[in-house]
């Protein structure tokens, strides 16, 4: 016998499962969100920047000490003291045998930079080349003044005899004036009348200032040199010594 369905049961059973289908779909569980993108932290660049300066003004500040040029005597107002000496011969030396005071007893003065340092003469020199004085700064031997004195003079041969006069008994004059850029030479006379011969000697290396003058029966040479990069850095000083040179006349 054949089974006989319902239309009502029919529809009642595809309306279930239609709401089954229905509602399964609606209950399925929601995808999660995707992951969000992961941003790295950016570093702050001001401290780079700082950094940056700070080892530029470094690396400016080494330049500036490392290209400094040294002190020199030119970049203090140079102080001196007055040197008195006394052309005394040989046998006289230290003041045996004459007067021990020399500024009683001077026969020149000059003007001598405090801190340079005085060489002791000794009778050979004074006995052979008539060197009676000498000075030099010790941050450098080679910068020095120092003085010569012959007997027997009473005037002033001409110019250019005397500077090669000079020359005969000074190897390293002689050098210098052979191996000159320039020499000049001129006539002054100080307040008192007294005439001096003024050289200037510029050399391949070195730079010379020489006063030459006779008194007293005496010609007197002063010479100031120096290497030409120290004489171009402390030429006002060294000229000052130069032209501090004069005779004390009895």
């Not at 239309?7 to 089954?20: C, D, E």
Request: contains cysteine; charged residues 20%; hydrophobic residues 35%.
């Amino acid at each position: 016998m054949a089974a006989i369905f319902s239309p009502s049961a029919l529809l009642s059973s595809t309306s279930t499962s239609a709401t089954a289908t229905a509602t399964a779909t609606t209950s399925k569980s929601p995808l999660p969100p995707p992951p969000s993108k992961t941003h790295l932290p950016i570093p702050p660049t001001k401290p780079l920047l700082t950094n940056l300066t700070t080892t530029l003004a470094a690396t400016v500040l080494a330049t500036t000490i490392l290209t400094t040029t040294p002190p020199s005597l030119a970049d203090f107002p140079a102080t001196y003291h007055l040197y008195y000496g006394t052309a005394a011969s040989a046998a006289n030396y230290g003041g045996y045998g004459g007067n021990s005071d020399k500024k009683a007893s001077a026969e020149y003065i000059y003007d001598v930079p405090d801190g340079w340092k005085e060489k002791l003469v000794s009778k050979v020199q004074k006995g052979t080349n008539g060197t009676d004085s000498e000075f030099f700064n010790p941050k450098k031997k080679t910068e020095k003044v120092y003085l010569t004195f012959l007997d027997g003079f009473r005037k002033l041969a001409p110019k250019d005899l005397v500077l090669n006069n000079l020359a005969l008994s000074d190897v390293d004059l002689q050098d210098l004036i052979s191996t000159a850029e320039n020499v000049s030479s001129e006539e002054r006379k100080d307040d008192k009348g007294q005439l001096y011969y003024v050289y200037e000697i510029d050399g391949v290396g070195a730079h010379s200032l020489i006063s030459v003058t006779c008194a007293n029966n005496k010609l007197y040479a002063h010479f100031v040199k120096a290497p030409t990069p120290d004489w171009n850095r402390d030429q006002e000083t060294l000229r000052h010594i130069h032209e501090s040179f004069k005779t004390v006349v009895g």
